[in-house]
C-alpha cells in the first residue's frame, strides 16, 4: 500500500514568488496534517483536516498561507508571495482520525527562498 | 498553546551505551507517541503509550508514559549505530480534539 505521498521534493524559488506543495494521503485516512520543519526542530502544525473541513488552522499565516482539501482526499498548501523566513521542509502527514492520531508522514517538500 | 519539552537537546555516545530521551509537559495527554526521523524523510512512528504509567519495549527501546499522562521517556539499551536520528515525541489532545503536537526533538548521534 502506497504511503503519504508529497511533491515536490525540493523547491528552490526567489521571495515574492508563489509556491504550491501537493500531499495524498493515504487512502481511508480522515485527518490531514500540514507540518513546517525547521533544521533540527520537532514539526509545528500548521492546518489539521478532519475530511474536507479545515478544523484546526490557528497556526496557519493566513496573509500568505493558503490550504484546501477538496473532496476529502488530496491536498494543496500554497505560499504567496513567500519570504525568505519560509524557508523549511513542509511535511504532510494523515492519520486514521475518529481518535486515532497515529500518524504517517511524507517525504517532505525543502523550500528555499532565495 | 500545548508544550512538549524535550531534553536532552542534543545527545552524542558511543556504541553499546544506554542512554535516556526525556520528553515533559505542562499539560495531559491522552496519549502520547514517539518518532524516529532520519535526514531527508518524515518522521517514522515507533510506539503509542496511552495508559498513565504504561511501559511499552521495542527490541531495545524502552518508553514509558509518565503516570499523570504529562510525561514520558525513552530509554535505548546498548546503542547502536542504525539509532542514530532525530527522536520526536508527539502528544494527543484527543479529548474532543484530535490535534498531535510534536517535542521540541532529540539529535541522537551514535558513533561507532
Known amino acids: 500500500e502506497a504511503g503519504v505521498v508529497q511533491s515536490p521534493r525540493y523547491k528552490i524559488i526567489e521571495k515574492k514568488q508563489p509556491v504550491a506543495f501537493w500531499c495524498n494521503p493515504i487512502?481511508?485516512?480522515?485527518?490531514l496534517y500540514w507540518y513546517r520543519q525547521n533544521l533540527g526542530q520537532g514539526p509545528e502544525l500548521l492546518i489539521r483536516?478532519?475530511?474536507?473541513?479545515?478544523?484546526?488552522d490557528s497556526q496557519l499565516p493566513k496573509d500568505r498561507f493558503s490550504a484546501e482539501r477538496l473532496k476529502g482526499v488530496d491536498s494543496t498548501l500554497k505560499i504567496q508571495p513567500a519570504e525568505l523566513g519560509d524557508s523549511a521542509v513542509y511535511l504532510c502527514?494523515?492519520?486514521?482520525?475518529?481518535?486515532?492520531?497515529?500518524?504517517?508522514f511524507g517525504q517532505g517538500t525543502r523550500l528555499t527562498v532565495v | 498553546t500545548q508544550l512538549l519539552e524535550q531534553s536532552p537537546q542534543f545527545l552524542s555516545i558511543q556504541e553499546g551505551e544506554n542512554l535516556t530521551v526525556y520528553c515533559n509537559s505542562s499539560?495531559?495527554?491522552?496519549?502520547l507517541q514517539w518518532y524516529r526521523q532520519e535526514p531527508g524523510e518524515g518522521p517514522v512512528l515507533l510506539v503509542t503509550v496511552v495508559t498513565g504509567g504504561e511501559v511499552k519495549k521495542l527490541k531495545r527501546l524502552t518508553f514509558q508514559f509518565g503516570d499523570a499522562r504529562k510525561d514520558s521517556s525513552l530509554h535505548i539499551t546498548a546503542a547502536q549505530p542504525g539509532d542514530t536520528g532525530l527522536y520526536l515525541c508527539a502528544g494527543s489532545d484527543n479529548f474532543g480534539n484530535e490535534k498531535l503536537t510534536f517535542g521540541t526533538g532529540t539529535r541522537l548521534t551514535i558513533i561507532p
Open positions: 499539560s495531559v495527554f491522552s496519549s
Open positions: 483536516y478532519e475530511n474536507e473541513e479545515a478544523v484546526d
Open positions: 502527514a494523515s492519520s486514521l482520525g475518529r481518535a486515532n492520531t497515529e500518524a504517517f
Open positions: 487512502s481511508g485516512h480522515n485527518t
